[in-house]
């Protein structure tokens, strides 16, 4: 079994930055990719960015520019620089592994994190 754990969410001025973190841990053998995720109020949960173990890197259009993300393999650990934040990018921002096997495995497995507020305010 895999765990996701989250940090570094929180409250925050319009214009200010906040550093999501995303560590997994377990029985892994590989991460296929791993990403942020959100859910806006009132709307479905969307792609915000994600990395894959080649290190090719997507971002929704909403956040380029504005949102980096980085990876540390050796750690199966996500983070993700968020600057000049917006009021709408107020939500829930969930951690994602992409296709995941634990040793022994044949088959993989997606997994999730519990969700992080992130709040900004104008």
């Known amino acids: 079994q895999v765990q996701l754990v989250e940090s570094g969410g929180g409250f925050v001025q319009a214009g200010g930055s906040l550093r999501l973190s995303c560590a997994a841990s377990?029985?892994?053998?590989?991460?296929?990719?791993m990403g942020w995720y959100r859910q806006l109020p009132g709307k479905q949960r969307e792609l915000v960015a994600v990395?894959?173990?080649?290190?090719?890197?997507n971002y929704a259009d909403s956040v380029k520019g504005r949102f980096t993300i980085s990876e540390d393999n050796a750690k199966y650990t996500v983070y993700l620089q968020m600057n000049s934040l917006k009021p709408e990018d107020t939500g829930v921002y969930y951690c994602?592994?992409?296709?995941?096997?634990?040793?022994?495995?044949?088959?993989?497995?997606?997994?999730w994190g519990q969700g992080i507020q992130v709040t900004v305010s104008s």
């Open positions: 994602n592994a992409d296709r995941v096997y634990g040793w022994g495995d044949y088959a993989s497995k997606d997994y």
């Open positions: 377990g029985s892994i053998f590989s991460i296929n990719a």
């Open positions: 990395v894959t173990n080649r290190r090719t890197t």
